[in-house]
């Protein structure tokens, strides 16, 4: 049950700039630093891997239409 709430609580997540920390870790850090309680009012989603699909094109088609240009 621990290992599903890590993946699924952000908090409990690793810190994308640094993987040795979790997000808590970091903002309590963070907090230290400034001197003053901070939380975390709003996030963004993002999967590993996202936004690197690779477009994919027909080589032959390509050639055939430069061919007839």
Do not use: H
């Not at 599903?4 to 640094?18: G, S």
């Amino acid at each position: 049950m621990k290992a599903i709430l890590k993946e699924v609580c952000l908090v409990d997540q690793k810190f994308v700039k640094n993987s040795d920390l979790t997000v808590k870790q970091y903002v309590d850090e963070a907090a230290k630093e400034l001197g003053k309680p901070i939380r975390v009012a709003s996030m963004v989603r993002f999967e590993v891997g996202e936004g690197i699909e690779k477009k994919e094109e027909n080589f032959a088609e390509e050639v055939a239409k430069q061919m007839n240009a």
